[in-house]
């Protein structure tokens, strides 16, 4: 079990639901340097860029997609992502990565400010 707590497969870390049994054992790990490890893992696959729905293999924020079901998809997601960044940064005595210096609270999943 520790073995597998140490190395999670991709799979373990990308799927919420595996990734949750895997936090829920993670103290077993006598290490906190191999804790935190999983723990950048899992930051790592949810601050890359992501959507339900894509132009030309770009993903599409809330912003930019007009039907409101989806457009509610995406800033619920964007929400639930926010907050499932939070703890890991804490835990690991992080702050927030800035992206782009058009926003402010360096969130990749933001919509970025205006131009000026």
Known sequence: MLQRLRKPADHEITDFT?????LAFLSHLPDVTEQHAVLRR???FLEEPASFFYANERPLRAE???????????????????????????ALGEKAPVFDTGRTDGDP????????
């Open 42 to 44: 899992r930051l790592e």
């Open 18 to 22: 595996r990734f949750y049994v895997v």
């Open 109 to 116: 999943h933001a919509p970025a400010a205006p131009a000026s």
């Open 64 to 90: 930019e997609v007009a039907d409101p079901y989806r457009r509610g998809m995406l800033l619920t997601t964007r929400a639930t992502s926010r907050a499932e960044r939070t703890w890991p940064r804490e």
